[in-house]
């Protein structure tokens, strides 16, 4: 970060409200993205996920059948 020049105190000051808001959303980012990656790890979107693979497979095996056994 480049110094800068200050004029007053009241310059000052702005900067360090900024700065401060600055941080207090790089830390409403950082729990709103581990809320998000909590929710994606859950139980139910686990089993979900192995849900849909499993019935993907299982049609793509009982196709890949049918295909042979009626050439």
Same mark, same amino acid.
């Given at each position: 970060? #480049?110094?800068? @020049?200050?004029? %007053? *105190?009241?310059?000052?000051?702005?900067? &360090?409200?900024?700065? /401060?808001?600055? $941080?207090?959303?790089? $830390?409403?980012?950082? !729990?709103?993205? &581990?809320? %998000? @990656?909590?929710? /994606?790890? %859950?139980?139910? =979107?686990? +089993? =979900?996920?192995? !849900?849909?693979? &499993?019935?993907? +497979?299982? &049609?793509?095996?009982?196709?890949? +059948?049918? #295909? +042979?056994? *009626?050439?």
């Amino acid at each position: 970060m #480049i110094p800068n @020049s200050y004029n %007053s *105190f009241e310059d000052i000051d702005n900067q &360090l409200k900024i700065i /401060s808001l600055q $941080k207090q959303i790089y $830390k409403q980012q950082i !729990k709103q993205n &581990l809320r %998000s @990656s909590k929710a /994606s790890f %859950s139980t139910t =979107s686990i +089993k =979900s996920e192995v !849900k849909n693979t &499993l019935q993907v +497979k299982l &049609l793509e095996f009982i196709t890949a +059948k049918l #295909i +042979k056994k *009626f050439r």
